[in-house]
C-alpha cells in the first residue's frame, strides 16, 4: 500500500503555468499505475490525465492535452502534472490517486479504479 501527498498548488493567473507533484510513500511504488483528477466547486470529480507504473504509457482528459504534461520519477518516487497555458475554468482542487498496475489498466480514466488517493492541493487560476 502506498501513501500519497500531492502539492505545488496556488494561485495563478491566467496563461500561466504550475507544476504539481504526487509524492508517494511506500518501496512499491513504480508498481502503480498513477492518475490526476480535479475537482471544481459544484462540479463532480473529474479525469485528468494518467500515467503506466513505467512511465512508458500516458493518458490525457481531451480538454487537457497539450496543456498538461504527466511524467513520472520512479527514483524519487514523485508523479508529477505540469500545467501550463492556464485558464481559470482550470480552478479547482487537484488529485492524485494510485492503483497497482494490473488493475490499472483496466480503466486508467475512472476514478473508481483507484482506491488510493491524495488530500488534494488547490489551483486557483485568476482571470
Known amino acids: 500500500q502506498v501513501q500519497l501527498v500531492e502539492s505545488g498548488g496556488g494561485l495563478v493567473q491566467a496563461g500561466g503555468s504550475l507544476r504539481l507533484s504526487c509524492a508517494a510513500s511506500g518501496r512499491t511504488f513504480s508498481s502503480y499505475g498513477v492518475g490526476w483528477f480535479r475537482q471544481a466547486p459544484g462540479k463532480e470529480r473529474e479525469f485528468v490525465a494518467a500515467i503506466s507504473s513505467s512511465g512508458g504509457v500516458t493518458y490525457y482528459a481531451d480538454r487537457m492535452r497539450g496543456r498538461f504534461t504527466i511524467s513520472r520519477d520512479n527514483a524519487k518516487n514523485t508523479v508529477y502534472l505540469q500545467m501550463a497555458s492556464l485558464k481559470p475554468e482550470d480552478t479547482a482542487v487537484y488529485y492524485c490517486?494510485?492503483?497497482?498496475?494490473?488493475?490499472?489498466?483496466?480503466?486508467?480514466?475512472?476514478?473508481?479504479?483507484?482506491?488510493?488517493w491524495g488530500q488534494g492541493t488547490q489551483v486557483t487560476v485568476s482571470s
Open positions: 490517486a494510485a492503483q497497482y498496475e494490473t488493475t490499472w489498466w483496466s480503466k486508467p480514466r475512472l476514478t473508481d479504479n483507484y482506491t488510493t
